[in-house]
């Protein structure tokens, strides 16, 4: 099984990007104007977005459980910087356990993995599943689950 959710993340992409130039045009247009109260309301409610982005840490992500082996590779969506790719990749035989970790009622998610190693069990950092479609993220939970309980 293959996924991604590219046109998801790049929804949420454009409304974050939208948004911001709307409120930081908003902004400057209220200093000129001399509201500078409104100005500085508008600069605070800017934060609050800007923070509500970078906790829901919205990530491409691409998914494939084909060939015996486990891979996912992510890198943000929202970011100001060249893109940080990250990939996570093993074979099935390897997972032991997959934690799905939800919060605020299911909208967040993050998804961390604990393989086997020469060395013992090792766990990846968790990736966030925040942008992947509710139904895209359990048809991840059953493919993992399916392939830790073989």
């Known amino acids: 099984m293959k996924l991604n959710n590219r046109q998801q993340a790049t929804k949420f992409k454009r409304v974050f990007f939208l948004v911001s130039i709307f409120i930081a045009l908003s902004a400057l247009a209220l200093f000129l104007l001399d509201h500078t109260i409104y100005g500085l309301a508008s600069v605070g409610v800017f934060s609050i977005w800007y923070l509500y982005f970078h906790v829901a840490d919205y990530q491409f992500i691409e998914f494939s459980d084909e060939n015996n082996k486990v891979v996912l590779r992510y890198f943000k969506a929202i970011r100001f910087r060249k893109a940080s790719y990250s990939s996570i990749e093993f074979p099935q035989h390897l997972l032991r356990k ?53």
């Not at 393989?115 to 968790?126: D, N």
């Not at 939970?141 to 830790?148: C, D, F, M, P, S």
């Open 98 to 150: 997959v934690y799905f970790e939800n919060s605020i009622f299911g909208k967040m998610s993050d998804i961390s993995f604990e393989v086997q190693t020469k060395r013992g069990l090792a766990e990846y950092p968790s990736v966030s599943l925040s942008a992947v479609l509710f139904e895209d993220r359990v048809k991840i939970q059953n493919a993992l689950h399916n392939i830790t309980y073989k």
